[in-house]
């Protein structure tokens, strides 16, 4: 099955710097990755995706790239805010079909400190 | 609109009870996954259903089970409670078949079994 690997486990930045994260993962029939935010009490919410065909994708502060040769994506938090500390789970979907199940597999989250 | 709501949100159970938790998708939102989240483990999937089927089934025993209503509305069941089951159960949203979007999670229910 699909594993997926998320690093650093915990980012520690200073406010305005930037801030990335990594994930690798095996499957290479996986064609659709979304990057989660969850913040202390909440449940995971959704905040950018980038689909198999797409090299990089850009939201105001934050932008995904992918590498679909290498099987890596990246996030990106650029001019970082207190507000951005969470924990940051990168996911990735291998088994999604027209009339199959939905799963997506996801790494084990990187606890993201920014310092005023 | 409404989100994704679980009920409740905290829950504390003793060993060898059981427990049913609850979840409403948004509305119009067909398919329901459950999740497990532990500090250890991450977040690891239970199940998913749709239309009242279950679809697809994670790595987890018997005693982990689920069920979902012709309004969408499911239910997950855990019987004989152990220890290691106190965990923040999430429940996703998901349109169904066909949308190939990311999940909408509700805020969970953190159950703590002693």
């Known amino acids: 099955g699909e594993n997926v690997e998320q690093h650093p486990s915990t980012l520690s930045v200073q406010e305005g710097d930037s801030a990335v994260i990594k994930c690798t993962y095996s499957d290479s029939a996986s064609n659709y990755f979304p990057w989660y935010k969850q913040e202390l009490g909440k449940g995971p919410q959704l905040i950018i995706d980038i689909r198999s065909n797409v090299g990089e994708k850009k939201d105001q502060r934050i932008a995904v790239t992918l590498n679909k040769t290498a099987k890596h994506f990246s996030l990106h938090i650029t001019e970082t805010q207190p507000e951005d500390s969470a924990v940051y789970f990168c996911?990735?979907?291998?088994?999604?079909?027209?009339?199959?199940?939905?799963?997506?597999?996801f790494g084990k989250g990187t606890k993201l400190s920014v310092i005023p | 609109k409404a989100g994704v709501t679980q009920t409740p949100r905290y829950l504390i159970k003793t060993r060898g009870q059981q427990v049913t938790l609850s979840c409403s998708p948004i509305s119009g939102h067909r398919s329901v996954s459950w999740y497990q989240q532990t500090p250890g483990q991450g977040l690891q999937f239970l199940f998913e259903?749709?239309?009242?089927?279950?679809?697809n089934k994670g790595n987890f025993p018997g005693r982990f089970s689920g069920r979902q209503f012709s309004n969408s509305r499911s239910e997950m069941n855990v019987s004989t409670l152990e220890l290691g089951d106190s965990a923040l159960y999430l429940c996703a949203s998901h349109r169904g078949p066909g949308d190939n979007y990311g999940y909408t999670f509700g805020s969970g229910t953190r159950l703590t079994v002693v």
């Open positions: 996911a990735a979907n291998p088994k999604y079909s027209g009339a199959g199940s939905y799963q997506l597999t």
């Open positions: 259903y749709f239309s009242e089927t279950q679809r």
